[in-house]
């Protein structure tokens, strides 16, 4: 079945680093749009990451500069790179993807938390 | 950056009755808006897209509507199960922006 599974998330001191990993199955990876979308304790969703199935990317103001995503189609895999982490980061990372990002996500994953603090 | 406004953000109903969410757009977007619903601990599920279009698998007890800057939510008989989170979302541009959520609560 189309399925995304995230590993990786940790507890971590601020100023630290971290990558996150998504496998995909169950659809043609290459072919999807995919993102990072994260949501911190008690608070709403935040889109953080895009890749396009041509390598189109997009961030938003609160990461910029200090986390990259970036996929692995032989693999079938998304990554995100997190580096310079602020208490303010911790969150649950999802990772999700779809055919077209106009339409909303068609698939996410379950989350991995990520939880920034001395 | 387009901002989402979502109104309330908080509502409690029964099972039974009809519940309307609203969600303004900062500027205009279209029909690029998208519906989610989310349970404590789950991952969003997306309910319609493209402002209107109820996804397959969603009861049509759900219905959106709206353009440019003003959409809307209707559940039009609440069952158990409708109470969670509901977010809009912004398609249109980057960076995609979410409303910050309505929680359906039991009345």
């Known amino acids: 079945q189309v399925q995304l599974v995230e590993s990786g998330g940790d507890l971590v001191k601020p100023g630290g680093s971290l990558r996150l990993s998504c496998a995909a199955s169950g659809f043609t990876f290459s072919n999807y749009y995919m993102m990072w979308i994260r949501q911190a304790p008690g608070k709403g969703l935040e889109w953080i990451s895009y890749l396009s199935s041509g390598g189109t990317i997009y961030n938003a103001d609160s990461v910029k500069g200090r986390f990259t995503i970036s996929r692995d189609n032989a693999e079938n895999s998304l990554y995100l790179e997190l580096s310079s982490l602020r208490a303010e980061d911790t969150a649950v990372y999802y990772c999700?993807?779809?055919?077209?990002?106009?339409?909303?996500?068609?698939?996410w994953g379950q989350g991995t938390t990520v939880t920034v603090s001395s | 950056d387009i901002q989402m406004t979502q109104s309330p953000s908080s509502v409690s109903a029964s099972v039974g009755d009809r519940v309307t969410i609203t969600c303004r757009a900062s500027?205009?977007?279209?029909?690029?808006l998208v519906w989610w619903q989310q349970k404590p601990g789950k991952a969003p599920e997306r309910l319609i897209s493209?402002?209107?279009n109820l996804q397959s698998g969603v009861p049509s007890r759900f219905r959106g509507s709206g353009f440019g800057t003003d959409f809307i939510l209707t559940i039009s008989s609440l069952q158990p199960e409708d109470f969670a989170t509901y977010y809009c979302?912004?398609?249109?541009?980057?960076?995609?922006?979410f409303g910050q959520g309505t929680r359906l609560e039991i009345k």
């Open positions: 500027q205009g977007i279209g029909t690029w």
């Open positions: 979302q912004q398609t249109n541009s980057f960076p995609i922006t």
């Open positions: 999700a993807g779809g055919g077209s990002h106009y339409y909303g996500m068609d698939v």
């Open positions: 493209s402002a209107s």
